[in-house]
DNA sequence: CCGCTCATGTAACTGGTTACATGATTTA
DNA sequence: TAAATCATGTAACCAGTTACATGAGCGG
């Protein structure tokens, strides 16, 4: 039963910050993603707000009862519902999206590379590898940090990551060397 | 000059089918997106129609004046400003979007993994490892058979998507490894 | 007390999805 | 010729973006 409409992705991840840190205000939720370091998530506040209220009104989350910290913030936690909405939106079963072959901006792009003129092919590779690189490091210091930190969950997702990046980078590698020379 | 609105990703995808094949009917275009192995290219009527449409005002197609095919079919094909369009959303310069960390669903989910108790847990990072190795099969015989037709790009950008693939594999399999004794 | 940033919101827009509709062509 | 599927569309909806607004609290 329950047909009740399938979770996005922002709003499965915004139960799953719920759960991960208990009662709190739709701006420390909104915080998590400014932070990210994945452009993917936007934290924008015209997202975040009427998410909160979708949440509420289906009772995933309520307001939390009990007297709040400083002043006039709604903490809001989630719900027994909101918790099982949760764990369906996790899995298993995992959907085809979740594991078939992810989007990647980049990987888009290459497959046109033939439209632009041999030089700027060769400096849109160069710019590449350049900025997968520095992302890379970025990341692992992330992950590196995490790890000393004993975060495992954190740590995990940062390697993840950084696999994905660097995955990305052996392969931009391997189209300069494919496309070097043409 | 020209802050002429940038394209999305679907429609500097769809110019660069344009320029990949010349002239061609929208049916032709939504059909390259409807046999993508990647789910996140839909190819949805919803979204390629009205878009050819908008492409076609904004003057980046055209519906190609000379005769065409059969019968009754618009062709459209680049014009000089659509290629131009295009070399510009490929780049350089890559935007954070293009090279940061890209989404990825089965990460994000993997945050929250603590939600689900123990076997829950562990089933669903099985099925994860078993989808992602049939779609790492999937994508690697996709690639050997671009690369002996002589493909160069489909077969790079194959590459790409099973390098992904397998560093999420690789990943799971960390996962699974970390978090297998509890 | 003045101004800054915090925290919460909202209105207008937009690109894409779902689901349906419709003639044209092919196939049984 | 009847049924299927090809090819093109469209109407209603929806989640997320951009840009703006606003009051509360805090630091100078």
Chains 1, 2 share one sequence.
Not at 11 to 28: D, H, I, K, M, S
Not at 45 to 71: K, M, T
Request: proline fraction near 7%.
């Amino acid at each position: 039963m329950s047909t009740a409409r399938d979770l996005t992705e922002l709003e499965g991840c915004v139960l799953g910050l719920f759960w991960e840190r208990g009662p709190c205000t739709p701006y420390a939720i909104r915080k998590e993603f400014l932070a990210s370091l994945s452009p993917y998530w936007s934290g924008s506040a015209g997202a975040i707000y009427p998410l909160i209220e979708r949440l509420d009104r289906r009772r995933l989350i309520r307001a939390a009862s009990g007297a709040q910290g400083p002043r006039r913030s709604k903490h809001y936690s989630l719900t027994p519902a909101g918790r099982q909405a949760l764990r369906r939106w996790l899995g298993p079963p995992l959907t085809e999206t979740t594991l078939g072959i992810p989007p990647d901006p980049l990987r888009t792009r290459m497959q046109f590379l033939g439209a632009l003129p041999h030089p700027r092919k060769m400096s849109l590779l160069r710019e590449a590898e350049a900025g997968l690189r520095m992302h890379v490091s970025r990341v692992e210091e992330n992950c590196e940090r995490s790890r000393r930190a004993g975060e495992t969950y954190e740590w995990l997702i940062a390697r993840g990551a950084a696999r994905m990046l660097r995955a990305r980078l052996e392969w931009i590698r391997e189209v300069i060397e494919e496309l070097g020379g043409s």
